[in-house]
């Protein structure tokens, strides 16, 4: 029996036979193994040469076609129904990628596409140049054959998104003291000062200064740095931690209470709520403010709440009588700590600070030399007075980590508080 005969009892190959190189793999007398290789398309066509006579206990190794094991591909990639890897068919070219791709969606940009070649030898062993392509979708579509191009294996076609897409629907919320508070769908470009404009301008009973502007990227940074802080206080709590187990009785009554302080701190950051709060200073009217650098442009997402005058000022943190005090025009931070009993034995009195209505933090550090510090500053309907926990123990890295945290959580607290 010769090679050929065995295939036609085989009942011949199959559509996907590689007609090339095949391999018999033959056991020999001493027990060792031989492998012949034959061209399996001349054997077929009877070429004794390659047709050659089988013995007992020959294996034939007929292959996979290259075409089918590892077939010539192009991809889709963007704004289609279904982008991904499409096999490459002969005379396959732009359109019938996007045919085959479910077609452009209503975000694509049909006026706009960008085909990438790369230099590997395509089915017909044509080495294709690597680059770029400009085209033009709509005119490959309508058939246009500078523009619709050949495709080559490793093609890459990018279909782009339409400029100002995802704005479409876009929608920012306007609430309290606004003659038209509501949801607004809101344009590409639009600003802070259109907004209010639409709504009408904002009422009498407006406290403009205390409004509380979110936006979800703040919020999602604000998430992202705490959770840098809270890592931080972990790594210092554990060095604590270690050093108290090998330290006197004193000392480590002393690490234990600074490690209590630091499991305070710690909960108080994880609890506070994330405002997503950006520092905006409206006017009571609209004169000089559009165009201002308050003046923002709005984006998806975005709210703006707008307060009645609070009519109080708030203490808090380590005082003894943490309230809400009437406001009383002109007075200063001093004068509204006294009525609040004062600052306690823990508090950290140099670092006092105060939250402005506006989201801004007045600092101990601004205008000590001059004003007389912090609690010379005079405070206005919505200011929030906060008197920090002074640090048991630690590094003044670890100082400085535990003030920023407390002005932050106290920061995102009073936002919170602000919006009803």
């Given at each position: ?9 085989a009942?011949?190959?199959?559509p ?12 020999q007398?001493?027990g060792t193994?031989?492998?012949?290789s ?7 066509a ?5 047709n050659?006579l089988?013995l007992?206990?020959?294996r034939l ?5 290259p075409?089918q094991v590892d077939?010539a591909t192009v991809?889709i ?6 982008p991904g890897?499409?096999p490459l ?19 694509a940009?049909?006026?706009s596409g960008?085909?990438?070649h790369?230099a590997?030898a395509?089915s017909s062993?044509?080495?294709?140049q690597a680059?770029?392509?400009d085209?033009?979708l709509?005119?490959?579509l309508?058939g246009?054959?500078n523009q ?12 782009p ?7 479409i629907?876009?929608?920012v919320?306007l609430r309290g003291?606004v ?6 769908g809101?344009r ?5 000062s ?11 009973t407006a406290?403009p200064?205390?409004a509380?502007?979110e ?5 999602e940074?604000q998430q992202?740095n705490?959770q840098?802080?809270?890592q ?13 187990s090998t330290t006197?009785t004193?000392?480590?009554a ?5 490690m ?9 950051l994880?609890?506070a709520p994330?405002?997503?709060r950006?520092?905006i200073?409206l006017r009571?009217?609209?004169t000089g403010?559009?165009g201002?650098p308050?003046?923002i442009?709005?984006r998806a997402g975005?709210s ?7 009519g109080a000022?708030l203490v808090?943190g380590?005082?003894?009588n943490a309230n ?8 200063n931070?001093?004068w509204?700590l ?7 034995q823990l508090?950290n009195?140099g670092a006092?600070?105060?939250v ?6 007045t600092s101990?550090?601004q205008g000590?030399?001059?004003s007389?510090?912090v ?5 206005g ?5 906060v008197?920090?926990e002074r640090?048991?123990?630690?590094s ?7 003030t920023i945290a ?5 920061a ?6 602000a919006?009803?």
């Amino acid at each position: 029996m010769h090679l050929r005969d065995a295939i036609y009892l085989a009942d011949g190959l199959t559509p996907d036979a590689a007609q090339g190189s095949a391999q018999v793999f033959r056991t020999q007398a001493d027990g060792t193994m031989k492998i012949l290789s034959v061209d399996l398309k001349e054997a077929i066509a009877g070429n004794p040469l390659e047709n050659i006579l089988l013995l007992p206990r020959d294996r034939l190794l007929i292959h996979k076609s290259p075409a089918q094991v590892d077939p010539a591909t192009v991809y889709i990639k963007g704004e289609v129904a279904k982008p991904g890897r499409y096999p490459l068919v002969a005379n396959m070219r732009v359109s019938d990628l996007v045919r085959s791709a479910g077609g452009l969606l209503r975000s694509a940009n049909p006026d706009s596409g960008d085909l990438t070649h790369y230099a590997i030898a395509d089915s017909s062993g044509e080495r294709v140049q690597a680059g770029h392509q400009d085209l033009s979708l709509a005119a490959a579509l309508a058939g246009a054959e500078n523009q619709n191009v050949p495709l080559h294996d490793g093609d890459v076609l990018t279909v782009p998104q339409q400029a100002g897409w995802n704005d479409i629907g876009a929608v920012v919320t306007l609430r309290g003291e606004v003659r038209k508070p509501g949801v607004y769908g809101i344009r590409s470009g639009e600003r802070l000062s259109s907004l209010l404009q639409r709504a009408g301008g904002l009422l009498p009973t407006a406290y403009p200064r205390a409004a509380v502007f979110e936006r979800e990227e703040v919020r999602e940074l604000q998430q992202k740095n705490r959770q840098e802080m809270i890592q931080r206080l972990e790594q210092e709590s554990t060095v604590v931690k270690t050093a108290a187990s090998t330290t006197g009785t004193e000392e480590a009554a002393l690490q234990q209470a600074a490690m209590q302080q630091r499991q305070r701190v710690l909960d108080a950051l994880r609890k506070a709520p994330i405002s997503g709060r950006l520092v905006i200073h409206l006017r009571p009217n609209r004169t000089g403010f559009e165009g201002s650098p308050d003046d923002i442009e709005l984006r998806a997402g975005d709210s703006l709440m707008i307060p009645k005058q609070p009519g109080a000022v708030l203490v808090i943190g380590q005082v003894y009588n943490a309230n809400a005090l009437t406001y009383t025009p002109g007075r200063n931070a001093n004068w509204y700590l006294s009525r609040a009993g004062g600052a306690t034995q823990l508090a950290n009195k140099g670092a006092i600070f105060i939250v402005r209505s506006d989201g801004s933090v007045t600092s101990g550090s601004q205008g000590r030399f001059w004003s007389g510090g912090v609690l010379s500053a005079t405070l206005g309907p919505g200011d929030t007075i906060v008197v920090p926990e002074r640090p048991v123990l630690g590094s003044n890295t670890f100082k400085n980590i535990l003030t920023i945290a407390q002005i932050a959580s106290s920061a995102a607290l009073v936002a919170a508080v602000a919006i009803p």
